[in-house]
Nanobody
Framework: VQLQASGGGLVQAGGSLRLSCAAS????????MGWFRQPPGEEREYVAG????????YYADSVKGRFTMSRDNAKNMVYLQMDSLGPEDTAVYYC????????????????WGQGTQVTVSS
């Protein structure tokens, strides 16, 4: 599975962005997907996950109620809708794929996209 994230950019606090992750390969449809982020000078952290069918989603407490993750298996796409953004959301965002897993443990994710920068100004 190859992944390519896009959609990052500069946005003012309170604004919204939609990240996309394009996946190649039929194996994508059997993989759980996750979004992670890495703020400057910090470790990579889990943001959200979605199971292979798109019926179950998980969110970190810090983004719950503001971010929405979805997937379209027909298009091999995963999305992260980010609303009510704040400066604390500034980070490089990565999409990742894991066989039969969509939880928070980064060690279970086998495939990674290249990351897309999100910067939120106050």
């Amino acid at each position: 599975v190859q992944l390519q994230a896009s959609g990052g950019g500069l946005v003012q606090a309170g604004g919204s962005l939609r990240l996309s992750c394009a996946a190649s390969g039929r194996a994508f449809r059997s993989h759980g997907m996750g979004w992670f982020r890495q703020p400057p000078g910090e470790e990579r952290e889990y943001v959200a996950g979605i199971n292979w069918s798109g019926t179950i989603t998980y969110y970190a407490d810090s983004v719950k109620g503001r971010f929405t993750m979805s997937r379209d298996n027909a298009k091999n796409m995963v999305y992260l809708q980010m609303d009510s953004l704040g400066p604390e959301d500034t980070a490089v965002y990565y999409c990742a794929a894991a066989p039969n897993y969509s939880g928070y443990d980064v060690r279970n994710y086998v495939y990674w996209g290249q990351g897309t920068q999100v910067t939120v100004s106050s």
